[in-house]
Nanobody, 118 residues
Framework: QVQLVESGGGLVQAGGSLRLSCLAS????????IAWYRQAPGKQRELVAR???????NYPDSVKGRFTISRDNAKNTVYLQMNNLKPEDTAVYHC????????????WGQGTQVTVSS
């Protein structure tokens, strides 16, 4: 059974930084592409960063240049470094498989709340 535990969120002023962590268990972590997603109140969940098993990364334009995803396979952990945060980054952040079909079969963790004040 896959378990995902996110941490590192908090309240930060605009322009500040946070580093999120995602600890995964129950999977062969190193072979799976992982993504960070976020969901703001009243909005659909969106993917904000993706990292392949080989370390290739992808970002939407909304966070490109500000967010950096990385992984430590020895620790079964994926990180999201978020810099120059904006109020519109406020959301609950989750990690899950980058592949939608795979993510549908995993239980979503509780996520971690990121709140950016202006």
């Amino acid at each position: 059974q896959v378990q995902l535990v996110e941490s590192g969120g908090g309240l930060v002023q605009a322009g500040g930084s946070l580093r999120l962590s995602c600890l995964a268990s129950g999977i062969t972590f190193s072979i799976v592409a992982i993504a960070w997603y976020r969901q703001a109140p009243g909005k659909q969940r969106e993917l904000v960063a993706r990292i392949s098993s080989g370390g290739s990364t992808n970002y939407p334009d909304s966070v490109k240049g500000r967010f950096t995803i990385s992984r430590d396979n020895a620790k079964n952990t994926v990180y999201l470094q978020m810099n120059n945060l904006k109020p519109e980054d406020t959301a609950v952040y989750h990690c899950n498989a980058a592949d939608a079909a795979l993510a549908a079969g995993w239980a979503w963790g509780q996520g971690t709340q990121v709140t950016v004040s202006s």
